[in-house]
């Protein structure tokens, strides 16, 4: 079997919502304390809706390719699903990665919840900080 199914490889290869959005409403800047790459998120907010939303990364091709699949699966949604978006949903939709790049994933999921939190920010709306605890990468399986 391939290290990476079709789908990494086609995100990896062709990303989507690549670039920068100079109106973004949130913007959500990580690292990743395993390997020290960094990923960035933009988002545009309407009425609750994420409306469009892009990255940069400066990763490796399973961060790209996560984060890719992620701009995907929130744009178009509201926040609060957003927010709910776990790195094992993203995996999932990429049909898997191997297990030493799960913690890639990881970047994509809190650079979604960190857009998050910094349009929450800006715009003065209360939240649970629990809401946006550090993922425990304890818990990975790399
Ligand atoms: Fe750093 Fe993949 S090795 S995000």
Same mark, same amino acid.
């Given at each position: 079997?391939?290290?990476?199914?079709?789908?990494?490889?086609?995100?990896?290869?062709?990303? @989507?919502?690549?670039?920068?959005?100079?109106?973004?409403?949130?913007?959500?800047?990580?690292?990743?304390?395993?390997?020290?790459?960094?990923? @960035?998120?933009?988002?545009?907010?309407?009425?609750?809706?994420?409306?469009?939303? =892009?990255?940069?990364?400066?990763?490796?091709?399973? &961060?790209?390719?996560?984060?890719?699949?992620?701009?995907?699966?929130?744009?178009? =949604? *509201?926040?609060?699903? &957003?927010?709910?978006?776990?790195?094992? &949903?993203?995996? +999932? &939709?990429?049909?898997?990665?191997?297990?030493?790049?799960?913690?890639?994933?990881?970047?994509?999921?809190?650079?979604? @919840?960190?857009?998050? =939190?910094?349009?929450?920010?800006?715009?003065?709306?209360?939240?649970? *900080?629990?809401?946006?605890?550090?993922?425990?990468? +304890?818990?990975?399986?790399?």
């Amino acid at each position: 079997m391939a290290l990476y199914s079709d789908k990494v490889m086609d995100h990896f290869q062709n990303p @989507r919502n690549v670039g920068k959005l100079d109106d973004a409403d949130g913007i959500g800047e990580v690292g990743n304390a395993k390997c020290g790459d960094i990923m @960035r998120m933009y988002i545009k907010v309407k009425d609750g809706v994420i409306t469009d939303c =892009k990255f940069n990364t400066f990763g490796c091709g399973s &961060a790209i390719a996560t984060s890719s699949m992620a701009t995907e699966l929130i744009k178009g =949604k *509201p926040l609060s699903e &957003a927010l709910e978006l776990s790195n094992q &949903a993203v995996v +999932e &939709a990429l049909d898997g990665l191997p297990p030493q790049k799960i913690h890639c994933s990881v970047l994509a999921e809190e650079a979604v @919840r960190a857009a998050v =939190k910094d349009y929450y920010d800006k715009n003065g709306i209360a939240y649970d *900080p629990e809401q946006f605890k550090i993922h425990d990468c +304890e818990h990975c399986h790399d």
